[in-house]
């Protein structure tokens, strides 16, 4: 085997992303929130932005002026034509102040003197609203029932049974764990007697039906706080409760020798308690949203319009200060290598934040041209539409579109509405017109608010209704949709 050394000429082809490019990407993805976080991100490392003052005038957001590529050399960089009004001090000078600025900053904080508080009359600080509009900590059920289990023992080997109980439940109140492993866990171990007595204090507490080790262990403890006289509901939930779930109504009056009109009654009251007491105590809150873009009607001319919801976010420009020590030519090339990194950045930045409000209007109005009757006539009339017939109508690929609409949302006269759900397939009817998937839904959901409930109808029968109605669909796709609506079967749905 021979190894030798030689040179090769060989052509080919690759893409590379330029941090340019990767920066336009992520900042296009951002729905307005994140995007206001991005934004003070960079307001703390970038030491040449600033939010721009509403008397400043409008700010460098890559308008004509900022239309061409930004600079890849520091010493080509050119300074802005507006007058500035700055110190006429060296920059040299200037940046060794604000470096000393900086190290009186640290040192104040290091001797921890306490910072003034802030008047009522002082100006608008967005970060303090921010922390005063901040949610409280969410609750939690361990710290709930953890709270209570203090109230109820100062029994120490109680407590800590107690403790280990709580720590094995899950979001929605249940114990999974086994009371063996829960012993087991117990420092010396502990007797079977400690650990029930340490389960009975748990399931004492609110809200009832926790640490339950089934759903009829859940739902009995709660039957136990309403005080069921007659017991014919406790007697459902011990011994038919899967007849219930199933609607086998007659079958449990036969064996209990009741009237189906007091079965009926006896589910009402299992009906109204909690299958998941947990989940009434989640840590978890619903996501908060904000509307990237509205879609308003405009009356006088019959057509949507689009506005880019992009008053939340700080609109920002260059310190002027910063741009006049780029213009002094005595600075040393440290210096100017550090502003001149940074001006690029962010110009970089504002340019990237131009680009997604511009990307954002020109697709949210191809979608709003797409889906006229939507807007027209609601949900509804959701028109079958592909990302594909956006991209190919804005010029745009269809990765630009899909980032462009993801997790982002619009104001509609219809309500909020997320970007992607305007983008659904369909089929068509008998006389060759598009139906969007979610108006099948609707229509399904339709369908079976208006069955007689004596009679509910069947999947067969549902397909044989869409087809009178000219929508060819198979039995499995309708009952694909009634479980995404959560629909139960025509068994479950009857009533007697």
Same mark, same amino acid.
């Given at each position: ?26 900042? =296009? ?111 939690? =059920? ?25 720590? @094995? ?9 086994? =009371? ?147 213009? @002094? ?45 939507? =807007? ?121």
């Amino acid at each position: 085997m021979r190894f030798d050394t030689s040179m090769q000429v060989r052509l080919e082809q690759r893409m590379k992303l330029a941090p340019r490019m990767i920066q336009s990407m992520e900042i =296009l993805q951002l729905p307005l929130l994140a995007l206001e976080e991005r934004i003070q991100q960079e307001l703390v490392t970038n030491p040449v932005l600033e939010i721009e003052e509403d008397e400043e005038g409008p700010a460098e957001t890559g308008g004509e002026a900022e239309a061409a590529p930004a600079p890849e050399s520091a010493s080509t960089l050119a300074p802005e034509e507006q007058p500035l009004k700055v110190d006429e001090r060296g920059g040299a000078e200037e940046f060794d102040r604000l470096q000393d600025l900086a190290d009186e900053c640290d040192n104040y904080f290091e001797e921890s003197v306490p910072r003034p508080r802030a008047r009522l009359d002082d100006e608008h600080d967005p970060k303090l609203d921010a922390m005063r509009n901040a949610p409280a900590p969410a609750e939690n =059920l361990h710290d709930v029932l953890l709270q209570q289990l203090s109230y109820l023992t100062s029994d120490a080997r109680l407590r800590e049974l107690g403790e280990a109980i709580i720590r @094995n439940l899950d979001d929605n109140g249940y114990l999974r764990e086994s =009371l063996d492993e829960i012993r087991a866990e117990a420092q010396g171990g502990a007797a079977a007697e400690e650990a029930e007595a340490a389960l009975k204090l748990v399931q004492r507490m609110e809200p009832a039906g926790v640490a339950a080790r089934d759903l009829k262990e859940c739902l009995l403890l709660q039957l136990d706080r309403l005080g069921d006289a007659d017991g014919l509901v406790r007697r459902i939930i011990s011994d038919h409760l899967h007849d219930i779930e199933n609607n086998r109504y007659p079958q449990v009056a036969r064996k209990l020798g009741v009237a189906i009109d007091e079965i009926k009654d006896a589910v009402d009251v299992i009906r109204s308690l909690n299958p998941k007491p947990g989940a009434s105590i989640s840590s978890e809150r619903a996501p908060y949203i904000v509307s990237d873009v509205q879609i308003v009607y405009d009356e006088k001319h019959d057509n949507y319009l689009v506005v880019v919801n992009d008053d939340r976010a700080p609109r920002l420009q260059i310190s002027a200060q910063y741009r006049h020590m780029l213009q @002094n030519r005595g600075l040393d090339a440290k210096t100017r290598e550090f502003v001149a990194r940074n001006v690029r950045s962010a110009r970089w930045l504002m340019e990237a934040i131009e680009q997604r409000r511009m990307t954002l209007l020109r697709v949210v109005q191809s979608i709003v041209k797409f889906q006229r009757p939507f =807007l027209d006539h609601g949900p509804e009339h959701i028109q079958p539409l592909k990302m594909q017939q956006v991209a190919d109508d804005v010029k745009l690929h269809v990765g630009t579109v899909s980032r462009a609409v993801d997790d982002k949302y619009a104001d509609t006269p219809w309500g909020l509405f997320a970007l992607r759900g305007f983008f659904t397939g369909g089929t068509e009817t008998a006389a060759g017109e598009s139906v969007a998937w979610d108006n099948i839904r609707t229509r399904l959901k339709q369908m079976v608010d208006a069955e007689d409930k004596a009679k509910p109808l069947s999947d067969e029968e549902i397909v044989d209704r869409f087809k009178a109605e000219g929508v060819e669909l198979a039995r499995r796709t309708v009952a694909k949709y009634r479980k995404v609506l959560d629909i139960p079967s025509s068994r479950k749905r009857k009533q007697f």
